[in-house]
């Protein structure tokens, strides 16, 4: 069945980078787009962006560019998300999804915690 | 932006129907789809094109709309339904609405 692993919690300090996995399996890694989504505590959902692992197509939500970018290894199955210059606002659980319109397999998230 | 409202928190009992709703900042057709997320768990999709239940999901789950008016109806409430439900729109882009809170009495 599909799953979607992703890494563990991170707490990391104001300023750095964070780099967080997803690893897919059962199905072909190359046939769906890989989401990453946002949500903060008590908040919705953002979008972040999606990168298409066969062609290695990436787009984001303008709201990100130049904060997040997206990464896939087909030879591992994973993809990846980095965060760059981490805020107080980047704290938020991060989810890796696949679809295309919407999304029928999640990851069960990623807490990361931006403090000092 | 598309934005995504969604009705304020809900409190039914057990055996009750409930209805979320969803209102699009703009006309989104019937590209809107619906999840729902318990707490420290991941969203799972119940319906997908306005109405279309995911596999498994049961038919007391139900979806109708177009445009920019979407809702969600659970006929009969189950114990196990108190969760946060959210709507997304896949027509521009993609956006999420704020989720709505179903609590059981």
């Known amino acids: 069945q599909v799953q979607l692993q992703q890494s563990g919690a991170e707490l990391v300090k104001p300023g750095s980078s964070v780099k967080i996995s997803c690893k897919a399996a059962g199905y072909t890694f190359t046939t769906y787009d890989m989401f990453w989504m946002k949500q903060q505590p008590g908040n919705g959902l953002e979008w972040i962006g999606w990168s298409s692992p066969g062609n290695g197509k990436t787009k984001y939500n303008k709201k990100f560019n130049g904060k997040a970018i997206i990464t896939a290894d087909k030879s591992s199955s994973t993809a990846y998300l980095q965060l760059s210059s981490l805020t107080s606002e980047d704290s938020a659980v991060y989810f890796c999804?696949?679809?295309?319109?919407?999304?029928?397999?999640w990851g069960q998230g990623v807490m990361v915690r931006v403090s000092s | 932006d598309t934005v995504l409202t969604q009705s304020p928190g809900l409190a039914v009992s057990p055996g009750e129907r409930v209805t979320i709703s969803c209102r699009a900042s703009e006309s989104v057709g019937t590209r809107v789809h619906w999840y729902r997320q318990k707490p420290g768990q991941q969203p799972k999709l119940l319906i997908y094109?306005?109405?279309y239940r995911d596999s498994g999901v049961p038919a007391r789950f139900s979806g109708s709309g177009s445009g920019t008016d979407f809702t969600l109806t659970i006929d009969p409430v189950e114990a196990n339904d108190a969760a946060t439900y959210f709507c997304?729109?896949?027509?521009?882009?993609?956006?999420f609405g704020g989720g709505t809170k179903l609590e059981l009495k």
């Open positions: 997304q729109q896949s027509w521009n882009d993609w956006t």
């Open positions: 094109g306005t109405s």
């Open positions: 999804a696949i679809g295309g319109s919407f999304f029928e397999y």
